[in-house]
């Protein structure tokens, strides 16, 4: 399934081979949450700026459409016509965020939902049934995650218990991968490593859910709060607790630096919200930093956000016009901003997985950081 190709230092550089189409790794996952990146990003625009993976959420689809829909509709893949593989998270981030509305026990968490106040059950066994309704590639674990600066008693409780989480989801998934009407029946699982920035609890839990020999594993509850210093810490201390032989996929994060120095302790998969949601304000990464388009300075600009970018707004428009879309709402303005930040990453990640394999990433890494110093 995961195909160790190359290593340079702790980054590594693979094949993931799943039902859908092999992903080569380390990459970045572009982020629709409701089965749509926002900034009108059409499958067809992420097909051309190279996206491997698509991400859609289990609490937003289960509220709507709801994931009954998207069955009947022949899952998610048909629903939003796209053919390459689509993880969906389990939902657990969503209801941590919903702490002022949300009640969690044994069994799973009560919690209302945010756009009409109705009430949700949410346990193992209910993120398993919606995200295998949504017949998604691979489906992540229902877990608790605690906030980065919770007490150690609280993060100790909360890890035991997405521990047996993590159990009841594995076996729920089992069970619904032998069902007749089960549309993706190769779905599969990723279990996620927690225990906010406690070392010792974060190393027993990876030590645990390893056991399990599950398809690949991830690391939650970071950039929630902690500093970057105390991710890369924690990261430093998980990955060799877990298997280098499955990926390792780091939830949430990040800026291009954290990706780069990610990568460098072992991760493989990446996801973060950060591209769409700076273009859409019209802020967008290049290799010299990040610029704010609606800055004076690009009203007569003729240049592309970045010269020499294959994206399709620097092979066609100025700085000076997109900044005009931006200041007079059009739509436009902000869609080709969201498109050239979601190229920079996917463009980056190839950059990454060429430098792993040709041996010379922490070379590479410099020139890319020197490069963006202004990009944190």
């Known amino acids: 399934m995961y195909k160790l190709l190359k290593k340079d230092g702790d980054a590594k550089r693979g094949e993931f081979h799943t039902v859908h189409g092999v992903i080569q790794t380390p990459v970045f996952m572009n982020v629709g949450t409701a089965a749509a990146i926002k900034g009108a990003v059409s499958t067809e625009d992420l097909e051309e700026i190279g996206t491997q993976v698509e991400l859609s959420n289990t ?9 009954e829909v998207v069955k009947k509709m022949g899952g998610l893949h048909k629903f939003m016509s796209w053919n390459k593989p689509i993880l969906t998270d389990s939902g657990g981030f969503q209801v941590f965020s919903l702490a002022g509305l949300r009640k969690i026990k044994e069994e799973g968490v ?5 756009i009409d106040g109705r009430k949700i059950f949410m346990g193992p066994e209910e993120s398993m049934q ?9 489906a992540m674990a229902f877990d608790e995650c605690p906030p980065s600066l919770a007490d150690r008693k609280y993060v100790q409780d909360s890890v035991d218990r997405t521990v047996r989480w993590l159990k009841r989801c594995k076996t729920e998934m089992d069970r619904l991968n032998s069902l ?19 070392e010792d609890i974060r190393i027993e839990h990876a030590k645990q859910i390893t056991e399990m020999d599950l398809p690949g594993y991830a690391i939650g509850g970071l950039a929630v709060g902690e500093s970057h210093e105390e991710m890369y810490r924690i990261i430093e201390a998980v990955i060799p607790y877990l298997p280098v032989e499955k990926p390792t996929y780091l939830m949430g994060v990040g800026t291009p630096a954290n990706i780069l120095e990610a ?3 072992g991760v ?12 859409r304000h019209g802020h967008v990464y290049t290799n010299h930093g990040k610029l704010n388009l609606f800055n004076a300075k690009y009203e007569l600009d003729e240049d592309p956000i970045e010269e020499g970018c294959q994206c399709p707004a620097c092979r066609r428009y100025s700085r000076a016009y997109i900044r005009h879309l931006l200041k007079a709402k059009e739509m436009l303005g902000m869609r080709l901003c969201v498109l050239h930040n979601l190229y920079f990453y996917n463009h980056m990640m190839e950059e990454i997985r060429e430098a792993i394999e040709q041996g010379r990433y922490q070379e590479y890494k410099k020139q890319k950081l020197d490069g963006m110093q202004n990009i944190v």
């Open 110 to 114: 009560c919690f209302n939902s945010h």
């Open 130 to 138: 919606i995200q295998s309704n949504l017949a998604s590639t691979i």
């Open 263 to 265: 990568v460098e302790r």
């Open 59 to 67: 609490y937003h689809l289960h509220v709507r459409p709801g994931d």
């Open 180 to 198: 007749e009407d089960t549309i993706n029946k190769n779905q599969l699982l990723f279990g996620i490593n927690q225990g906010a920035i406690f």
């Open 268 to 279: 493989d998969f990446f996801d973060c919200v950060y591209p769409s949601r700076n273009g």
